[in-house]
């Protein structure tokens, strides 16, 4: 049985740089999380130079996008990939027709699409370009996670390689402190970690272990380990350093 219910997407748009009737238009493909607007971007430079439009659209489920108040399962089975590629259709042709309709030109004026994407959105923006080839004239995939792994042991396994021997013996310590303290005192380490509303303690583990993962894989193993072996060496609470930037 489907479901014809709608809901409110929001956008933003910049038509600082528009060339009307014929600029192209740039759509940045919105991931899992809110969006904030467009700012200052290498797309942006790219828009001034070619006299695009840039518009991005927000994913469903997050920010002001929500189609329901309360995220229960049964409401997050509309929160998928493959949803989210047919909102960026209607939400084309919805904007098609509202840029010919402020700009005075033919209803039939069609402009060219390019949609940009990176991480996950750059899998959505791919995935867009290949499921409707007529509405893009092509899709910047950057950094694009195409290909869905179930137990992606290997990330994990990267991010030892990356934080190198001390520093993953003290961030694999910190799990193990982690564990214990959930089966003697889960109230206490939820309380440190600022995550007391997380009531699932495999939920918890997750954002504990991806703090260290993100940090890392963005950059800044330097930052994150340095503190991390310093503080073990020093005999300092090591679980204590770890939130702060956990």
């Keep these: 049985m489907q479901d014809h219910s709608t809901f409110k997407q929001r956008y933003f748009e910049y038509l600082g740089y528009y060339k009307p009737p014929q ?18 971007s290498y797309y942006t430079e790219l828009a001034e130079k070619y006299g695009a439009a840039v518009v991005s659209i927000e994913h469903r489920y997050y920010g002001k996008s929500t189609p329901y108040k309360e995220l229960t399962t049964e409401n997050l089975k509309y929160l998928s990939s493959k949803q989210a590629i047919f909102d ?11 840029l010919n309709a402020k700009y005075n030109v033919s209803e039939e004026t069609e402009n060219k699409w390019f949609v940009i994407g990176g991480s996950y959105s ?3 923006a791919a995935y867009f370009r290949l499921k409707f080839p007529h509405l893009s004239c092509g899709a910047y995939a950057s950094s694009a996670a195409l290909i869905a792994i179930y137990n992606f042991t290997e990330y994990d396994q990267q991010i030892g390689v990356t934080a190198g021997p001390e520093c993953k013996a003290v961030l694999q310590e910190i799990t193990q402190l982690v564990d ?66 956990g």
């Design 23 to 40: 600029g192209p238009i740039f759509l940045l493909v919105g991931g899992e999380s809110e969006q904030i607007g467009i700012g200052k």
């Design 88 to 98: 960026l259709a209607v939400f084309r042709q919805y904007y098609q027709e509202l």
């Design 122 to 124: 750059g899998g959505l």
């Design 180 to 245: 214990e303290q959930l089966n003697s005192d889960r109230k206490s380490i939820k309380e440190l970690f600022g995550a007391s509303k997380i009531d699932n303690d495999d939920d918890f583990r997750f954002l504990v272990a991806d703090a260290a993962a993100l940090s890392l894989q963005y950059g800044f193993r330097d930052f994150v380990c340095d503190l991390l072996v310093d503080a073990k060496k020093n005999g300092s609470n090591i679980l204590f350093f770890y939130d702060m930037f």
